[in-house]
């Protein structure tokens, strides 16, 4: 039986989750630093949701992974920035507010972006890059798409930054975001971990073989909410529920979801997923864990540094 060594189909995926993404930043920053690997070089395609999508789209346009660290730092105390609401009592307040407006400016979010990302149009960047967000408008996913394939022909002319706005936009924290004739709101509704979508596209429109693919998914963290079984509780947004863990919810099972679709289509071997499980909230907002989030990413890289190493540098998959 004769072998033949491929080079694989590097995939890199970064999941959503707000300010929680300066956990999947670390661990790139580490990878690039500790195993002085190259993320533009190593991978063939990237993909990233909300707060992955200002990941994704700094790593392929070559910017450092330090960089986007330093910009979740130095930046996210003024994203999340709650807009002013006048209403007597700061409990009431924090109720009422996400009940009548969106939390945040997404102007905020803008700015930095502008100061952060390449002032250049998806259909400009080199490498693939794969950035979902949700059609409101028109009741469907929307995927936005650097220029990977001639089939595409929507999105050459909008800018990184507004894909990466319209990713961004979470439900009650910001607005939805209108790019030309489209409303959107955040790629997380219905793929906050883009594994799946990367790997579909990939295999259609970029020619990889489903052996040859590997593909490195990052999350940025799983909080454990649980409601019980105590059904007297009253249902309400905000004291059933509660409004922030719900959408955290839904962002959690839906990057469950993909990973296990991912884990029954493709080996063990081809795929490799660092991610964390807490027991205690993971708000999307709170600025306050940044530091806690650099340390979990920085232990967790300590720990698997040998297998990130090995999955990154092991020449790629074998085949008959």
Known sequence: ?????????????????????????????????????????????IAGTSTGSIIAAGVATGRPAADIVAIYKKYGGDIFRRKPFYWPGKRLKSILQPMCDSIYEAKK?????????????????????LIPSTDIGNGCVH???SGYSNDFTRDKTVTLIGAVLASCSAPTYFDPYKLDNYLLADG?????????AAVIDARKY???????????????????????????RKWGLINGWKHKEFIDFILSLQS???????????RPDQIKRIDFESDLPLPLDDVSIMDDLISRADHKFTHESKAIREFLKNGGCSSD
Request: hydrophobic letters at 45%.
């Open 1 to 45: 039986m004769n072998e033949k060594t491929k080079k694989p189909f590097r995939i890199l995926s970064i999941d959503g989750g707000g300010i929680r993404g300066i956990f999947a930043a670390q661990i790139l920053k580490c990878i690039e630093e500790r195993l002085d690997i190259k993320l533009l070089e190593i991978f063939d395609m």
């Open 109 to 129: 979010l803008e700015k930095v972006l502008e100061k952060a990302l390449e002032d250049m149009q998806l259909g400009d960047v080199k490498k693939p890059l």
């Open 143 to 145: 995927v936005l798409k």
């Open 188 to 196: 997380g509704l219905w793929a906050n971990n883009p594994a799946l």
């Open 206 to 232: 970029l020619g990889a073989a489903e052996d040859d693919i590997q593909i490195l998914t990052i999350g940025t963290g799983q909080p454990r909410t649980v409601y019980g079984t105590n059904t007297a």
């Open 256 to 266: 469950q979801s993909a990973l296990n679709y991912l884990n029954l289509t493709l």
